[in-house]
Structure formats: C-alpha cells, structure tokens
C-alpha cells in the first residue's frame, strides 16, 4: 500500500490560469499591456479602480478591454452606470484579434520600431533586442484588440449579460405587477433604455418589461423613488429589519445596484472554490455627479465595503471607473477611503489639454500610468511591477502602457530642451506660450 | 519567517500586553502584521486566538498563512476562532444580521456581544487567548460613529483588562484620516505599531517603515515610553525588517 495519490488536475474556470508570482487563480483585464503590470492579470475577488481622466476617454477603453475579454471567454457579464448605456457599450467592444493577427501585429511592431531598415550603424549588436520589455508576450491568457472594428454582435449571443442604469421608464411598471421571489437563474435581469432608442442585444433573454427583484420586495419600491428619498415601504413581508434595510442607503440606486449585482455573483456558478465560471462586474463613471446627493460619500463608500464583501466571496471580478478628480473636488478624505477599498487603484493622468500635450518630452504618449495602490489579495506579498513610471498611449488600434522614458536628447536639435521645459513651466517671461 | 518582524514588534512573547493598536497609513498596508501574530499565536500550545475578519474574509488569512508557513485550518474551531462579518455580509446580503440592527443593536455593540460570547465560552480552558480585529475602518464604513467605534474599543480594553490573560490587537487603517480615533484608541493600550509609508516615494527593497510605541510600566513615571523605528519589506513567503540606514542602492 504506497501512500501515492493520483494527482487530479481540476480544469481551470475558462479564461484563468494560476499566477506564476503568487499561485492566485488570476484573469486578464482584457489589456495585455496592463496586465503585465499587475502581475498577469486580476486575482479572482479583485476590485480594480480605474481613476478616471479628465475626459473619461481613456478609462472607458480600458473597462471596453475588460468587458471584451469577459465576451470572448464566455465569463458572465455584470454591466452598470448611469452615464453611459450600458447596451450600447456593449455593442461598441473592440474585435478580437485573431493569433496570427496577433502575430503580425507584434512582428510589425518589432519591425517599425526597430528601424531595421535604417539599421543600428555603430550599436549594431543591439539591432537584434527587442526594444521594450516584452515580458506581455509570455501571457497565457487574454487576447489582443483592434479598437477600430467592432465587435461582431454575434459573439454576445454566448454570453450572459446583466445590464443596469436605473431606467426610471420601467420602475412605473415595476411598481404595479406582482413580483415572483424565484427568479431563474438563466434569465439574465436586463435594464435598458426603452426599446425605440436602442435594439436589444443578441443572446441576452429580454425580460418583458418586468424586473425580478433579487430577495426583498421594497427594492424596486426604492428605485422608484426619483426624488432618491428613502421611501416607506408598501408592500413588505418583513417588518424591523426591512425599515432598518431601507435605512442602509440614503440613495435608493446603491440599494438598487447592489442587490441586482448580488442575485448576479450569488449564482451557484460563481461559488468561490469551484470552477465552474466567472463573473465580471464593470461599473462605470460610479460616483459621477449624477449620485450626487446630501449622503453621496457616506453611501459611496458603504456601497462599496459591500461591494467588496461579495465580490471577494465569489468568483467574480470587478472594474470599477470612478471620476476621482471630481470626488477630490467634493471630499477630499473620500479618496484614500476608496482607495481602501479597492485592491488596486490605478489613475490615468492625460495629457489632453495640458501643457504637457505638447511637451517635447511626453509627444509619444497619450498621458501616465499612477498606481495608487496595489494590495495582496490572498496572499502575502503583491507583485510589484518593475517600474512605477509608466505612461500610456492610445494608438487607433489598441492602448498600450509602457515604461515611461524621456526621448534622447539629439544633437540636431537646435532648442535645448532644458531651455523647452524651463520654457514652459516657467509662466513668467514665456514668450513661447501664449496666455489667452 | 515572521519572527524578524514579531521580535522587531515585541509581539513574540507569549504573554503580550492587554491591549495593542496597529495604525496603517494611508496608501499602506499593513494586513502582513495580522498574518504574523495569528502565526505566531496559533504555534503557542493551548493558546486560543480568535479573528474578526472585517478587512478580508477568512480566505485570505488562510492563503497569507500557507505563505507564512501554517495552516489555519487545521486549528480552525480548535483555538482559533473567526467571525467572518465579511463573508456573513455577502452571504446573508442586505438582510445579514451586521447591517440591520437586530434586537435595537447597533454593529459595534453586536460584535461586541459576539467576541464577549467567543471569549467566555473558549477563555478557561487556554494559557492565553488573543483577540485580533481587523480593520476597525470598515465599521466607520458600515455607518457605525466615531463615539461607537471609541465605545467598542473601550468596551474591548475592559475585557482585557478584566482578563489576565486576554489581549486584544486592533487594526485602523486610514490613521491619518481617522485621527481622532486613533489616538484615542492607541491610549487604551501599551502597545502602538504604525505602519507608515516612505515619505520620499517608491522603494524596491523596503515596503514602508513600522513604527514602534511602547509605554512602560516600570519606573518611576508611567508615562515612559519607548519608541523603534524598522523598516520593512513583504516578501512572497516571508518578511524582513532593517533598520534606518542598513539599506543603500546598489550600483
């Protein structure tokens, strides 16, 4: 009798593979390039904030990449915001790149790059080394977009989605039926905008107009509510613990929000432990004006130390974009809070309508990468990549995040560039900028 | 491979002090201490721990420990106790007993009668028992105030002090921002670890700096208090401290 033991080797959940840094089953954000910097990708039960730039351009690319990987891996898809329509972000996912586009693409990348036709003459021997650290081709999950094609729609007939925005146009008719406590778990709870604005999307089962609640019936009693005041209960089963309930959120869309996100994650598929399937939760813009009101931080961060308890107890993921520098503005204690929260915060800082647009030394990138925070989820130790420095470009077809280095300073160049960024930020005696 | 830090802390004997107040800085973190002493505790024969998982669910502890070289779930219902609020939260979702107030309890007062039901019910029959609450931050995010949460920790210091061989260790994080209570709750005890962060950026070697406050019992003015600064840095499977100045870049 020997004390071996077959090793049974346990499929792993589509899209996930164990992290070579810290053994953690891990996913891709849907950005190679951003996974490389977090360590391969997102760690299942993983918050990560995406802290907005000025003009919301580039962080919704990055929660495109995420929702697009979640579609092409078949993983089950939790859309919210009040901003955007979450149907028509999701008819807007970049095209997945085929692997020998993928190829191609690297190998003309290395080409044009390298300037293999003007050739190295002197440092001839370094003709052959890849320019950047190519650590993201040895990534075994993820795929590569092309942000000018659009998805084929059919590709969403695949996948389950669950779409939010808190479209008041149904909640009237909400209010009037009668609600079912069962709801089937292969019915997708859709929310869009009312049918004349947008098609629905393929694959995912309309409901008829009528929302399941998730366990408690005063839910939809609370999104009806347009002035956001918590409103009495009209028909309850529960009496103490409803009212306590209702007292939870001052803003009824967080109490909406996270019970829909919750009859989503609870889903015995997503059970932490077993390998079944994955969720993807993408909230964007959460906390833009438009949930602003008297309680807005207080019901912000509780929202999201609830957030956090499901989403870590399941096997979900979470992309979250938040307009950071507008919460600063309304309280600046809110954003280390939330920072707190998340496991990783990573801020975009662009260079649109900056001086540093058209600063000689940024004119290759589009703005720079900050990681904030970046915690140890279920494990000891976080992988930290090899430089802080990053920056970002957004190119016509993809969004790359590099090492952030200063261009060489050439002979040929006539200015100095000391005197160039004396120049600029120096704001007296600048001639070469003009002041309107 | 956490004995450097412990010792570092004074948190490697087996009788620690009543009460200890770990403060994290913004932009820090800090659960590495949890991870240690709850090793370190759970090696003691016959000594009984008990974790409060607010910051993370009781997962996460297990897989840091697996790192750090033990594994909970072996002592898991034995002399190591957990409530996992956590976990209870997403489970039970908005009906979980943590975020109604059941009974016209508030949530500090409820996990105050839940640690008080674990202590009494495991505290006899152990050489020491340590009581691990980690973060106490999250209470302020579930809507408890600042008097409540001053209230819960006095409430705790109380029961250590009842206790001989009780200690109970907090954990706030956001110290800066939470100043207020974080002073007042570090007077409760002997012992005050800051976990603060490198003021002049983003080092390779060193993850942050522990600060050290210990007030002494002995002499003649109670008010000594000694301080240690160490800094130190997270690795995958274990975490090592140096002091001031042992670190330089290498060229």
Partial sequence: MTSFRKRTVQKPIRGTRTSPHTAQVITSSGNPYLDVVIGGGLPLGSICLIEEDRFMTHAKVLAKYFLAEGVISKQEIFLGSLDDIPAEMLRRLPRPLTDQESMEQSEVQALGDGGAENGLRIAWRYNDLPLVNSEHATAKIGHHFNLMEQMDSMMLYNVKTTLWDDSPKHLDIVIDEEFSKSSSPTTPLLEQQPVEDAPPIPGAEIAPQEKIPAQEDENSVNNNNNNNNCSSVTCSTKTGSQESQMQLFHNPRYKGLLNDIQQVVRNESFVAGTKNNLCRVCLTSLGSPLWYDEHFGEDLIKFLTLLMASVRSCNSVCLITMPMHLIAKYDASLVPKIRQLVDYAIELESFAGSERETHPAFKEYSGLLHLHKMSAINTLAVHMPETPDLAFKLRRKKFIIEKFHLPPELQESSAKPDNCISGLLSNSNATASLDF | ?251
């Avoid at chain 2, 007042?184 to 050290?212: T, W, Y």
Wanted: proline content about 1%; hydrophobic content about 40%.
């Fill in chain 2, 1 to 251: 491979m956490a004995t450097s830090v412990l010792l570092a802390c004074g948190l490697n004997e087996q009788k620690l002090p009543g009460f200890i107040h770990i403060s994290e800085e913004s932009n820090v973190d800090g659960s590495f201490l949890i991870s240690c002493v709850l090793g370190q505790r759970l090696r003691i024969s016959n000594a009984g721990t008990l974790l409060v998982c607010l910051q993370h669910h009781y997962q996460h502890y297990f897989n840091a420990g697996m790192r750090l070289g033990y594994n909970t779930n072996i002592f898991q219902g034995k002399t190591l106790g957990v409530i996992d609020v956590l976990s209870d939260m997403a489970g039970e979702g908005l009906a979980s007993k943590w975020l109604t107030n059941t009974e016209g309890q508030t949530l500090t007062e409820q996990l105050v009668d839940d640690i008080r039901a674990q202590v009494e019910s495991n505290y006899a029959n152990r050489n020491s028992y340590t009581v691990l609450i980690d973060n106490l931050s999250i209470l302020f995010n579930l809507g408890a105030s600042k008097l409540q949460v001053q209230q819960f920790c006095q409430d705790l210091a109380a029961l250590a002090k009842e206790r001989e061989k009780l200690t109970v260790i907090t954990k706030l994080s956001n110290s800066d921002i939470y100043q207020l209570t974080d002073n007042n709750v570090a007077k409760l005890g002997q012992v005050r670890i800051q976990v603060l962060r490198l003021k002049s950026g983003v080092f390779r070697e060193v993850d942050g700096k522990l600060l050290i406050e210990r007030v002494l019992d002995e002499g003649n003015y109670a008010c000594e208090e000694t301080r240690k600064e160490v800094l130190y840095k997270v690795n995958d499977r274990n975490v090592k401290v140096f002091a001031p100045g042992e670190i330089g870049v290498k060229v």
